[in-house]
Protein backbone atom coordinates (compact mmCIF):
# COMPACT_ATOMS: atom_id res chain seq x y z
CA UNK A 1 0.00 0.00 0.00
CA UNK A 2 0.99 3.53 -1.07
CA UNK A 3 2.23 5.66 1.95
CA UNK A 4 0.59 9.09 1.24
CA UNK A 5 2.78 11.13 3.86
CA UNK A 6 6.62 10.95 4.28
CA UNK A 7 9.54 12.28 6.12
CA UNK A 8 11.38 14.63 4.24
CA UNK A 9 14.12 16.27 6.32
CA UNK A 10 15.65 17.43 9.12
CA UNK A 11 16.66 21.46 9.33
CA UNK A 12 20.30 22.64 10.83
CA UNK A 13 20.83 25.77 11.06
CA UNK A 14 24.87 26.13 10.32
CA UNK A 15 27.81 28.96 11.06
CA UNK A 16 30.46 27.16 9.53
CA UNK A 17 29.62 26.43 5.88
CA UNK A 18 32.89 25.23 4.61
CA UNK A 19 33.58 22.87 7.90
CA UNK A 20 30.30 21.77 7.96
CA UNK A 21 29.77 20.45 4.69
CA UNK A 22 33.76 18.97 4.76
CA UNK A 23 32.29 16.93 8.01
CA UNK A 24 29.17 15.80 6.61
CA UNK A 25 30.57 15.18 2.60
CA UNK A 26 34.20 13.79 3.60
CA UNK A 27 33.82 11.91 6.89
CA UNK A 28 29.83 11.12 7.28
CA UNK A 29 30.11 10.23 3.40
CA UNK A 30 26.83 12.51 2.45
CA UNK A 31 26.74 14.06 -1.14
CA UNK A 32 24.63 17.49 -2.22
CA UNK A 33 21.48 16.98 -3.57
CA UNK A 34 20.98 21.12 -4.37
CA UNK A 35 21.85 24.29 -3.37
CA UNK A 36 19.84 27.44 -3.49
CA UNK A 37 20.59 31.26 -2.45
CA UNK A 38 17.90 33.35 -1.31
CA UNK A 39 18.07 36.93 -0.80
CA UNK A 40 16.26 38.18 1.94
CA UNK A 41 14.19 36.04 4.85
CA UNK A 42 11.81 33.27 4.28
CA UNK A 43 8.13 33.66 4.89
CA UNK A 44 7.72 30.19 6.96
CA UNK A 45 11.04 30.85 9.21
CA UNK A 46 12.89 28.18 7.40
CA UNK A 47 15.86 29.76 7.91
CA UNK A 48 14.86 30.93 11.40
CA UNK A 49 13.97 34.44 12.71
CA UNK A 50 16.42 36.44 10.65
CA UNK A 51 15.57 38.43 7.47
CA UNK A 52 19.15 38.59 5.55
CA UNK A 53 20.85 36.47 2.70
CA UNK A 54 21.00 32.75 3.71
CA UNK A 55 21.14 29.58 1.52
CA UNK A 56 19.85 26.14 1.87
CA UNK A 57 22.08 22.90 0.94
CA UNK A 58 20.30 19.65 1.15
CA UNK A 59 22.62 16.97 1.38
CA UNK A 60 21.94 13.24 2.36
CA UNK A 61 22.66 9.34 1.17
CA UNK A 62 20.33 9.43 -2.28
CA UNK A 63 17.82 11.70 -4.08
CA UNK A 64 14.69 13.30 -1.58
CA UNK A 65 12.19 11.38 -3.29
CA UNK A 66 13.71 8.45 -1.68
CA UNK A 67 15.68 9.19 1.17
CA UNK A 68 15.17 11.36 4.56
CA UNK A 69 17.85 13.84 4.26
CA UNK A 70 19.46 17.26 5.82
CA UNK A 71 18.19 20.40 4.82
CA UNK A 72 21.43 22.91 5.51
CA UNK A 73 20.68 26.80 6.40
CA UNK A 74 23.07 29.40 6.11
CA UNK A 75 22.82 33.00 7.37
CA UNK A 76 25.15 35.19 6.01
CA UNK A 77 25.29 37.20 9.09
CA UNK A 78 25.42 34.74 11.68
CA UNK A 79 28.70 32.65 12.66
CA UNK A 80 26.89 30.25 14.88
CA UNK A 81 23.68 28.89 17.23
CA UNK A 82 23.54 27.79 20.71
CA UNK A 83 22.67 24.66 21.14
CA UNK A 84 19.92 23.17 23.56
CA UNK A 85 19.29 19.68 24.91
CA UNK A 86 16.45 18.89 22.31
CA UNK A 87 18.35 17.66 19.39
CA UNK A 88 19.45 13.83 20.98
CA UNK A 89 20.80 12.20 18.04
CA UNK A 90 20.80 11.98 14.26
CA UNK A 91 20.75 8.25 13.58
CA UNK A 92 23.39 6.81 10.84
CA UNK A 93 23.20 2.93 9.68
CA UNK A 94 25.90 2.06 8.48
CA UNK A 95 28.77 -0.12 9.50
CA UNK A 96 31.36 0.57 7.40
CA UNK A 97 31.13 4.28 8.84
CA UNK A 98 31.27 2.44 12.47
CA UNK A 99 34.49 1.27 11.48
CA UNK A 100 36.01 4.24 10.44
CA UNK A 101 34.94 7.27 12.14
CA UNK A 102 36.22 7.64 15.96
CA UNK A 103 33.46 8.79 18.52
CA UNK A 104 32.03 8.25 21.93
CA UNK A 105 30.90 5.05 22.50
CA UNK A 106 27.60 5.21 23.59
CA UNK A 107 26.01 2.18 23.52
CA UNK A 108 26.21 -1.24 22.47
CA UNK A 109 27.32 -0.99 18.99
CA UNK A 110 26.67 2.82 18.75
CA UNK A 111 29.36 5.76 18.37
CA UNK A 112 28.49 9.57 19.02
CA UNK A 113 30.39 11.72 17.18
CA UNK A 114 29.29 15.99 16.96
CA UNK A 115 29.04 18.35 13.86
CA UNK A 116 31.76 21.37 13.73
CA UNK A 117 28.16 22.90 14.56
CA UNK A 118 27.74 20.75 17.87
CA UNK A 119 25.13 18.77 16.30
CA UNK A 120 25.04 14.96 17.36
CA UNK A 121 25.01 11.94 15.49
CA UNK A 122 24.69 8.38 16.19
CA UNK A 123 26.53 5.76 14.06
CA UNK A 124 24.94 2.40 14.81
CA UNK A 125 27.07 -0.56 13.45
CA UNK A 126 24.32 -2.33 11.53
CA UNK A 127 22.74 -2.57 8.39
CA UNK A 128 20.53 0.26 7.01
CA UNK A 129 16.77 0.11 7.20
CA UNK A 130 14.26 0.70 4.23
CA UNK A 131 14.60 4.09 5.29
CA UNK A 132 18.32 4.33 4.01
CA UNK A 133 21.57 4.91 6.11
CA UNK A 134 19.99 8.57 7.87
CA UNK A 135 17.06 6.45 9.73
CA UNK A 136 15.45 8.86 11.75
CA UNK A 137 16.03 11.53 14.43
CA UNK A 138 15.81 11.30 18.55
CA UNK A 139 14.06 14.25 19.62
CA UNK A 140 13.56 15.20 24.00
CA UNK A 141 10.33 15.37 25.38
CA UNK A 142 8.90 16.31 28.66
CA UNK A 143 5.65 14.82 28.51
CA UNK A 144 5.80 11.68 26.51
CA UNK A 145 1.74 11.16 26.96
CA UNK A 146 1.41 14.52 25.17
CA UNK A 147 3.80 14.20 22.43
CA UNK A 148 2.05 10.80 21.36
CA UNK A 149 -1.23 12.72 21.92
CA UNK A 150 0.15 15.58 19.17
CA UNK A 151 1.91 13.51 16.70
CA UNK A 152 -0.25 10.41 16.49
CA UNK A 153 -3.80 12.11 17.28
CA UNK A 154 -3.13 15.23 15.26
CA UNK A 155 -0.29 14.97 12.87
CA UNK A 156 -1.07 11.57 12.20
CA UNK A 157 1.93 9.40 12.77
CA UNK A 158 1.66 5.83 14.00
CA UNK A 159 3.95 4.36 17.18
CA UNK A 160 5.94 1.61 16.75
CA UNK A 161 7.15 1.72 19.89
CA UNK A 162 6.45 2.88 23.42
CA UNK A 163 7.53 2.75 26.99
CA UNK A 164 7.25 4.81 30.23
CA UNK A 165 10.77 6.10 29.05
CA UNK A 166 10.34 7.02 25.02
CA UNK A 167 8.23 6.54 21.83
CA UNK A 168 8.97 6.02 18.56
CA UNK A 169 6.71 6.85 15.56
CA UNK A 170 6.67 7.45 11.94
CA UNK A 171 4.02 7.33 8.61
CA UNK A 172 5.62 4.17 7.75
CA UNK A 173 8.30 1.91 8.74
CA UNK A 174 9.94 1.91 5.22
CA UNK A 175 10.56 5.26 5.95
CA UNK A 176 12.74 7.19 8.83
CA UNK A 177 11.58 7.41 12.64
CA UNK A 178 11.18 9.99 15.00
CA UNK A 179 12.07 9.02 18.84
CA UNK A 180 11.17 11.27 21.32
CA UNK A 181 12.98 10.20 25.04
CA UNK A 182 11.44 11.80 28.59
CA UNK A 183 13.55 14.59 30.07
CA UNK A 184 12.77 16.59 32.33
CA UNK A 185 13.24 20.01 30.77
CA UNK A 186 13.89 21.64 27.39
CA UNK A 187 16.31 24.19 26.01
CA UNK A 188 15.80 24.53 22.04
CA UNK A 189 18.92 27.40 22.37
CA UNK A 190 19.25 29.44 18.91
CA UNK A 191 20.46 26.09 16.95
CA UNK A 192 16.94 24.44 16.92
CA UNK A 193 15.84 22.79 13.83
CA UNK A 194 12.36 21.41 12.04
CA UNK A 195 11.40 18.31 11.02
CA UNK A 196 9.74 18.00 7.38
CA UNK A 197 6.77 15.88 6.07
CA UNK A 198 5.18 15.55 2.80
CA UNK A 199 1.22 15.52 2.78
CA UNK A 200 -1.17 15.30 -0.41
CA UNK A 201 -2.00 19.17 -0.70
CA UNK A 202 -6.03 18.67 -0.30
CA UNK A 203 -4.58 17.33 2.95
CA UNK A 204 -3.17 21.03 4.40
CA UNK A 205 -6.59 22.81 5.61
CA UNK A 206 -7.80 19.75 6.83
CA UNK A 207 -4.50 19.20 9.32
CA UNK A 208 -4.17 22.92 9.89
CA UNK A 209 -7.64 22.98 11.19
CA UNK A 210 -7.74 19.88 13.53
CA UNK A 211 -4.55 21.21 15.01
CA UNK A 212 -6.14 24.78 15.88
CA UNK A 213 -9.56 23.05 17.10
CA UNK A 214 -7.40 21.19 19.50
CA UNK A 215 -5.88 24.66 20.90
CA UNK A 216 -2.35 23.68 19.39
CA UNK A 217 -0.03 26.59 18.08
CA UNK A 218 -0.09 27.01 14.05
CA UNK A 219 3.50 28.98 13.59
CA UNK A 220 2.46 29.19 9.79
CA UNK A 221 -0.83 29.50 8.63
CA UNK A 222 -1.10 27.55 4.62
CA UNK A 223 1.03 29.50 2.59
CA UNK A 224 2.58 29.27 -0.95
CA UNK A 225 6.31 29.68 -1.02
CA UNK A 226 8.35 30.41 -4.13
CA UNK A 227 11.33 29.70 -5.00
CA UNK A 228 12.88 31.16 -8.74
CA UNK A 229 12.69 28.87 -11.34
CA UNK A 230 11.25 25.97 -9.53
CA UNK A 231 8.42 24.95 -8.32
CA UNK A 232 5.91 26.35 -5.77
CA UNK A 233 5.36 24.71 -2.23
CA UNK A 234 2.55 25.04 -0.11
CA UNK A 235 3.39 24.64 3.79
CA UNK A 236 1.59 25.00 7.45
CA UNK A 237 4.22 25.40 10.15
CA UNK A 238 3.26 23.41 13.39
CA UNK A 239 3.96 23.45 17.14
CA UNK A 240 4.00 20.92 19.57
CA UNK A 241 3.79 21.25 22.68
CA UNK A 242 7.55 20.94 23.62
CA UNK A 243 7.56 23.90 20.87
CA UNK A 244 9.36 21.82 18.35
CA UNK A 245 8.31 22.84 14.52
CA UNK A 246 7.03 20.82 11.73
CA UNK A 247 6.52 21.25 8.51
CA UNK A 248 3.82 19.90 6.27
CA UNK A 249 4.45 20.58 2.46
CA UNK A 250 2.44 19.76 -0.22
CA UNK A 251 3.69 16.34 -1.60
CA UNK A 252 3.10 17.30 -5.62
CA UNK A 253 4.68 20.71 -5.29
CA UNK A 254 7.70 19.61 -3.30
CA UNK A 255 8.56 16.59 -5.50
CA UNK A 256 8.76 19.08 -8.49
CA UNK A 257 11.03 21.71 -6.48
CA UNK A 258 12.97 18.77 -4.35
CA UNK A 259 14.56 16.85 -7.90
CA UNK A 260 18.19 16.53 -7.70
CA UNK A 261 20.41 19.19 -9.28
CA UNK A 262 23.00 18.15 -11.13
CA UNK A 263 24.86 21.64 -10.21
CA UNK A 264 24.33 21.63 -6.97
CA UNK A 265 27.58 20.93 -5.06
CA UNK A 266 28.90 23.05 -8.13
CA UNK A 267 26.64 25.66 -6.99
CA UNK A 268 27.38 25.37 -3.37
CA UNK A 269 31.34 25.85 -4.02
CA UNK A 270 30.84 29.23 -6.34
CA UNK A 271 28.50 30.28 -3.08
CA UNK A 272 31.54 29.55 -0.56
CA UNK A 273 34.00 31.23 -2.55
CA UNK A 274 31.80 34.44 -3.48
CA UNK A 275 31.10 34.32 0.62
CA UNK A 276 33.11 37.60 1.49
CA UNK A 277 30.53 38.04 5.29
CA UNK A 278 33.09 37.42 7.38
CA UNK A 279 35.73 39.75 5.87
CA UNK A 280 32.70 42.66 5.09
CA UNK A 281 32.36 42.56 8.05
CA UNK A 282 36.29 42.73 9.25
CA UNK A 283 36.45 46.04 7.10
CA UNK A 284 33.19 47.62 9.52
CA UNK A 285 35.29 46.60 12.95
CA UNK A 286 32.91 44.07 13.48
CA UNK A 287 32.56 40.80 13.70
CA UNK A 288 29.69 38.28 12.58
CA UNK A 289 27.21 37.47 15.08
CA UNK A 290 26.50 34.55 17.01
CA UNK A 291 22.65 33.61 17.56
Not at 59 to 80: A, C, K, M, P, S
Not at 178 to 198: E, M, N, Q
Not at 263 to 271: I, R, V
Amino acid sequence: MMVSRRALHWVLKIGNRPDTLSFLHTTLGMEVQRHEEFREGCEAACNGPYDSLWSKTMIGYGDEDQHFVLELTYNYGVDGYRMGNDLLGLHLHCPELFVRVEGEQVGEGEKKINSPGGYPFIVRDSAPPAAGKLAGVSLASTDLEKTVEFWSGILGLSVFHLSSTEVTLGFDKSQAFVRFVKTASIDHGTAYGRLAFSVPEEDLPGAQSAAEEAGYTILTPLIILKTEGKADVSVVIFADPDGYEICFVGDTGFRDLSQVDPKGDELLQAAMEKDKSTEWFAKKGRKKGSA
